[in-house]
């Protein structure tokens, strides 16, 4: 198994990122934007899931105390 080495004199001037054009800052902002709202939509999914479990659960309970 072969090992990769670090470089570890790497330069600060090496780590930089080039800034962005105009054009591409307003891509990768509405990416950003893209994954927040998708995360929130599974968010939410997953809460009405949740509740319409419980909802579930309580109409079995009840129907069970009634019997």
Same mark, same amino acid.
């Given at each position: 198994?072969?090992?990769?080495?670090?470089?570890?004199?790497?330069?600060?001037?090496?780590?930089?990122?080039?800034?962005?054009?105009? %054009?591409? /800052?307003?891509?990768?902002?509405?990416k950003q @934007? *893209?994954?927040r709202v998708?995360?929130?939509?599974?968010?939410?999914?997953?809460?009405?899931?949740? %509740?319409? /479990?419980?909802?579930?659960?309580?109409?079995? @309970? *009840?129907?069970?105390?009634?019997?």
């Open positions: 198994m072969r090992r990769k080495l670090i470089n570890t004199s790497m330069r600060f001037y090496e780590f930089t990122t080039k800034p962005t054009t105009p %054009q591409q /800052a307003k891509i990768n902002t509405l @934007q *893209k994954e998708n995360m929130q939509l599974k968010t939410e999914k997953d809460a009405q899931k949740k %509740q319409k /479990a419980m909802q579930q659960i309580q109409t079995a @309970q *009840k129907t069970l105390r009634s019997v």
